[in-house]
């Protein structure tokens, strides 16, 4: 799956096209439109707001620096967007601010440079979390992520009615074609599941033979180097995901991974590799537990809808202090929280230090 989406040469996310969007394979809630990402930037002033002030004699009457870090930010159309609301509704956050884009994908930032070109003075890039350690010592931070959990590698799991027990779904090949084959489960990996209002041992009485689920060490481990930089501040999530107690479900025997190519989905994601979107739902109650488990406060979760609901709900009640909102916006809003188009899958996760 990695090397499917990540890989230099043929990866799918390597590709020099544009693969979101209409004219691409996928959307995001970023090529609906400005909105998303100006009601982020809205959310963001108010995390901002009264942020920075003890350090007023060190930076002048502006305020110690404000950091917002994004990392997966593809092509960079979000970034724009967030970056262009805050200048010109909030320019006394825009002076204060740096943006930081975690990319490791030398291509990929091409990409973000040309698409942010117009706000160069304004932005830092670094290859990994890790780096930014140092940068965000003495700042209020917000670092989030727009549909980055479910894009990272997965390891598939199905179950053995016969032997009860767990094995993992490997990859072989079988002439000239990827096919899948059963490989012994890794102790390690079992431990993922936990089991609150559901009997594991009657669940397992009925599970069928093959019933597949996945796990993500790789987002688990990132959500943690994510949190391990925070100093101060807010560290969010947005992607499709469900959490321990949704996991097991009669809709979902072959699990979640799937894949996406020219706006359709299919469950054959060993086709075509490099050319195909491979996306598997996150579990946000192992992410939830991994940023608790290094200090983080969990302050929200919940649906999409909500999180921007609650954030436009704010914005009505303070007349003046968004913009423009008309026809447009109200358009892109209702297809970013209707249950039918983006707002069927998505959770949002805040975390703060």
Known sequence: ?????????????????????????????????????????????????????????????????????????????????????????????????????????????????????????????????????????????????????????????????????????????????????????????????????????????????GYSLEISPAAEEWWRDAAGVLTRGKLMAIDYGFTDDEQFSPSRVNGTLRAYRRHQVTDDILAVPGDQDLTAHVNFSVIQKAGESVGLRTENFCAQPQFLTRIVEKIFKQPGSFGEWGSKQSRQLQTLTHPEHLGHAFRVLVQSR
């Open 1 to 209: 799956m990695e090397l499917a989406l990540y890989c230099p040469d043929c990866g799918f996310y390597e590709k020099e096209k544009d693969n979101v969007g209409k004219r691409g394979d996928f959307y995001t809630s970023a090529s609906v439109g400005a909105l998303f990402g100006q009601l982020l930037a809205f959310q963001f002033g108010d995390w901002f707001e009264g942020k920075g002030e003890t350090h007023e004699t060190q930076y002048g009457t502006g305020g110690a620096p404000l950091k917002i870090v994004e990392a997966g930010a593809h092509d960079g159309r979000l970034t724009r967007d967030i970056l262009a609301w805050l200048k010109a509704q909030r320019p006394e956050i825009f002076d204060r601010l740096e943006y930081h884009i975690v990319e490791p994908s030398l291509r990929r930032l091409r990409w973000q440079r040309e698409t942010l070109k117009d706000f160069s003075e304004k932005l830092r890039w670094v290859s990994r979390s890790e780096e930014l350690k140092s940068a965000l010592a003495s700042s209020y931070t917000v670092f989030f992520s727009n549909e980055l959990l479910d894009a990272m590698p997965v390891h598939r799991l199905g179950w053995d009615a016969k032997e009860k027990k767990w094995f993992e779904w490997g990859v072989s090949l079988q002439g000239g074609n990827f096919v899948w084959t059963r490989l012994p489960a890794q102790p390690g990996h079992i431990s993922h599941f936990t089991f609150h209002s559901v009997d594991a041992e009657k669940l397992f009485e009925i599970l069928p033979d």
